[in-house]
């Protein structure tokens, strides 16, 4: 009883306070491949710095498998991870098992954006209420790659393209990248 009542006043009060925004941070290739074989498929300083950059402060939601992948929280952020099992528990994040629930909740109690970092299926969970895209477009074709960003349900919203910069390739990163930030267009 006393979890409804918490779920009523969190609903009645996003009716009236400001709801922090949601944001994607994603790195893909040309193709839109994000991962191989459950890892990263590249190693790239300048955006590992960028996304610290980024996320430093914030709340980060991923999927239980890109938290796995990574092997331990993120260090200086709040860590949401989703996941469909219920048994599931790790040191030090908050498991969220309803993700509109605790998106909500999160979304109350912030007042940064709520960045959503992977993998692929939560992407695409988010993407229907995300206001902005954090894209590294790395300037390569990743050779088997096994998971790739939901490009089709992207292109389903209409996105304003407001920044982009360029990172050259160099002796510490083998790809060109670019750094974009796409705007939802409210419709």
Known sequence: MKSILI???????SLYLPLAP???VVAMDMNGAIGKEGKLPWHLPADMKFFRGLTAGHTVVMGRKTYESIGKKLEGRANCIVTRDESWSAEGVEVWHDWKRDLRKARLNSNKPILIVGGAEIYELFLPVAQKLHITRIVADIDNPDTYFPVAAWKY????????????????????????????VES
């Open 7 to 13: 779920d009523i006043v969190d609903w009645i009060k």
């Open 22 to 24: 949601v944001e994607i």
């Open 157 to 184: 919203y209409l996105w304003d393209l407001t920044s982009k910069s360029l990172q050259y390739k160099d002796s510490h990163n083998q790809f060109f990248m670019f750094f974009e930030t796409w705007t939802k």
